[in-house]
């Protein structure tokens, strides 16, 4: 990665990349390190909360039939797991919202590889806990390439085990520099998906899970194609 000036900088050289999507998160954590250590600090102490909470731990797994859902995208149309399923394989990922670099950074590398999924039949969908006016944003960002489901309250990413609460720390931190959830989520519990990937087979069931309480990281492109190989195989 070229040498940037500002944080802003860095995000915007690493999402024109391409390459392996671990190597992007990693530059940008380095970047948030170098540019904004109160962020690093805050993410790292949420992040060992997490992991001693062994936060995650119940999202259902590998062979495990993908519970279902009907949210609303952003044109308020709903959307069910069944309809997609019925013309492929989904790739469900959960992210933090709109205003989470990280989760910007993955999007992307989703939507660089639409064909390689497209070779499978495969959708990809992204879940956020915002409103309709943020996820509108999110979809127009992308071309609308992929569906970008509205989660408001959690509630899916509640049954799946997958919300956590941010903690004071990172909420102040996060107000300081304008991320303010309560507006963007209508909601001032300050909750938000693990980031999650679940690749599921026409048949229901998960072929592809990726749940780390580290929100840095995220499912490789090559581990979600291998899982849609294996629902080929299903």
């Given at each position: 990665m070229t040498e940037a000036r500002t944080l802003e900088e860095a995000f915007r050289e690493i999402c024109a990349r391409?390459?392996?999507l671990r190597g992007r998160l990693e530059d940008f954590s380095t970047a948030v390190?170098?540019?904004?250590l109160p962020f690093a600090e805050a993410y790292d102490e949420l992040v060992q909360r997490l992991a001693a909470g062994q936060a995650g731990t119940a999202a259902p797994g590998v062979g495990d039939p993908?519970?279902?859902f009907v949210l609303p995208d952003a044109g308020?149309?709903?959307?069910?797991?069944?309809?997609?399923?019925?013309?492929?394989?989904?790739?469900?990922?959960?992210?933090?919202?709109?205003?989470?670099?990280?989760?910007?950074?993955?999007?992307t590398a989703l939507n660089q590889a639409l064909n390689e999924f497209a070779a499978h039949g495969a959708q990809v969908v992204s879940i956020m806990p915002e409103t309709r006016?943020?996820?509108a944003a999110t979809s127009n960002r992308y071309k609308s390439a992929f569906a970008i489901l509205a989660d408001l309250d959690n509630s899916y990413a509640l049954s799946l085990g997958l919300a956590i609460w941010l903690g004071e720390r990172v909420r102040k931190i996060y107000l300081e520099h304008g991320l303010n959830l309560d507006r963007f989520?209508?909601?001032d519990a300050w909750f938000v998906p693990i980031p999650a990937t679940f690749v599921v087979g026409?048949?229901?069931?998960?072929?592809?899970?990726?749940?780390?309480?580290?929100?840095?990281?995220?499912?490789?492109?090559?581990?979600?194609?291998?899982?849609?190989?294996?629902?080929?195989?299903?």
């Open positions: 391409e390459g392996p390190r170098a540019f904004s993908m519970p279902p308020g149309a709903l959307v069910s797991l069944e309809d997609i399923l019925a013309s492929g394989p989904a790739i469900v990922s959960f992210n933090r919202g709109h205003w989470c670099e990280y989760c910007a950074i993955e999007l006016e943020y996820i989520q209508r909601s026409r048949d229901g069931r998960i072929a592809g899970r990726y749940v780390d309480p580290d929100f840095r990281r995220r499912m490789e492109i090559d581990d979600i194609l291998a899982a849609l190989k294996q629902t080929r195989r299903a």
